[in-house]
């Protein structure tokens, strides 16, 4: 309905081109950011297996879910991602991979890491030719939360 009233005003919406973000331009508590990075590294961290209650009202339990830290990059520097479940796949060592969406989640409220939701896409492209800068990880940046008080600004 939507597109037949726009194609009819002749205001039909294009898709835009996306903005490729580099990772150093990346900051804590961002996120809508598209990326082509590198993986580094791949490590697989073990979840621990709590029940939960709604859970255990079902006939059968859900798997676990899995979990990777994932070391990523391009020529600019390096950061954590975190992949979970399907996502676990297609961060293989060496490959490189777009991230649609991406967000910026704060890991123990000191350092960031990189975080693709069920609203973001990672997908598999052809290898890339830059050299990923391991030297510059965003990850290892601790960050402080600073409350700014009023009284000062008078």
């Not at 079902?58 to 391009?74: Q, Y």
């Not at 969406?101 to 990672?122: E, H, P, Q, S, Y």
Request: with cysteine; net charge positive; charged share 25%.
């Amino acid at each position: 309905m939507a597109t037949a009233m726009a194609a009819a005003t002749g205001q039909l919406n294009e898709k835009r081109k996306p903005v490729f973000v580099k990772v150093e331009d990346l900051k804590p508590g961002t996120s809508g950011h598209t990326l082509i990075v590198k993986v580094v590294e791949t490590t697989p961290v073990k979840t621990s297996q709590r029940p939960n209650r709604a859970r255990a009202l079902l006939s059968r339990p859900s798997p676990p879910a899995r979990i990777a830290e994932c070391v990523v990059g391009d020529e600019t520097g390096t950061i954590i991602f975190t992949a979970r479940n399907e996502q676990v796949d297609l961060m293989k060592q060496g490959a490189t991979v777009i991230l649609r969406n991406a967000k910026i989640v704060m890991f123990k409220r000191t350092t960031m890491r990189l975080a693709v939701d069920k609203w973001g896409r990672i997908e598999v492209t052809e290898p890339a030719k830059f050299a990923v800068k391991e030297d510059n990880n965003l990850s290892l940046v601790e960050y402080e939360l600073v409350t700014v008080s009023d009284q000062g600004m008078n």
